[in-house]
């Protein structure tokens, strides 16, 4: 993996960690908003939290490109 220490690809990792933790937080949010009977802010919460996972996911995917071009063009 000659890019694992690239700071692009550690941005984009920390990226990706970051969004991750804040869809964690939005979900534990969420269930506490629907224990305490408050419905409508608990589906806002876990709607939040569904954004912060699909910016996650993106971020590990640029990662993993960016791991996979800089590995494909060192054995070329």
Not at 3 to 17: C, I
Not at 56 to 63: K, Q, S
């Amino acid at each position: 993996m000659g890019n694992a220490q690239d700071p692009q690809y550690l941005a984009l990792r920390k990226r990706a960690d970051e969004a991750y933790d804040a869809m964690r937080k939005c979900f534990d949010a969420s269930q506490r908003a629907y224990d305490s009977g408050e419905g409508a802010r608990a589906k806002e919460l876990s709607d939040e939290g569904k954004a912060h996972r699909v910016d996650g996911e993106r971020a590990e995917r640029e990662a993993a490109d960016w791991i996979f071009r800089g590995v494909s063009l060192t054995h070329l």
